[in-house]
């Protein structure tokens, strides 16, 4: 059974670009959540959908965007690029609520 | 809001000694928690949960861990580690208020490194 597939798996990209990371569930689960990984701040919530409904939001600026397609896969964007937006940005998808999530190997950003 | 603390940045410890990793949530009404570990260049594994039931909890690789909730703990413990067990340790709660409506998200804490030394 395939896992949580994410791409790219490295991305470089110059400040003030924008950029999409793909996330692809595995089969049958309909919930999926993005996080941002990094050391100083550690694993921080992102967005979570559902049935292509984002039905919770984190603490984040509206640089940072989500959607959830109809056959679950999921992107998110971030846009105008920052130096602090380098990070490790992990999709996690579930087969129902609480189940427990299974992460993707996570797309690593640099912004130069 | 939800906070998760655990309370060791790093541990140390010989292989095939027991090791225990903590961790406490900020009360709240009802929480769900879990244990997750992560390898390097990897994401995250789940190695068990608690949602409701028995408060000690089986998880994969020989861990486990206990809920306290008058503690407000969930400490992570396996009773004989191997080199291989060596990874980053996170635990994480999704709480309710309540009315029982879960405000879905983890909640992360910052983290533990497991080192096992020979």
């Known amino acids: 059974k395939a896992g949580v597939t994410q791409t790219p798996r490295y991305l470089i990209k110059t400040r003030g670009q924008q950029v999409t990371l793909s996330c692809s569930p595995i089969?049958?689960?309909?919930?999926v959540s993005w996080y941002q990984q990094t050391p100083g701040q550690g694993l921080q919530f992102l967005f979570e959908?559902?049935?292509?409904?984002?039905?919770n939001k984190g603490n984040f600026p509206g640089r940072f965007s989500g959607r959830q397609f109809s056959n679950s896969r999921s992107e998110m964007n971030v846009s105008t690029l920052e130096l602090g937006d380098s990070a490790l940005y992990l999709c996690?998808?579930?087969?129902?609520?609480?189940?427990?999530?299974?992460f993707g190997s996570g797309t690593r950003l640099t912004v130069v | 809001a939800q906070s998760v603390t655990q309370l060791d940045s790093q541990v140390p410890v010989f292989e095939e000694a027991p090791v225990e990793l903590r961790c406490n949530y900020s009360?709240?009404?009802?929480?769900?928690l879990f244990w997750y570990v992560q390898y390097p260049n990897q994401g995250l594994q789940l190695l068990l949960k608690y949602l409701s039931g028995s408060t000690l909890v089986k998880g994969i690789n020989g861990f486990e861990a206990e809920f306290n909730k008058s503690q407000t703990s969930f400490h992570l413990r396996k009773p004989s580690v191997h080199i291989s067990d060596t990874a980053e340790y996170f635990c994480?709660?999704?709480?309710?208020?309540?009315?029982?409506?879960?405000?879905?998200?983890?909640?992360f804490g910052q983290g533990t490194i497991l080192t096992v030394h020979p």
């Open positions: 994480a709660v999704i709480d309710f208020n309540a009315g029982g409506t879960s405000y879905g998200k983890l909640t």
């Open positions: 089969s049958g689960h309909r919930s």
């Open positions: 996690a998808s579930e087969p129902r609520p609480y189940y427990g999530y299974t």
């Open positions: 959908y559902f049935s292509e409904t984002q039905r």
């Open positions: 009360s709240s009404v009802s929480v769900y």
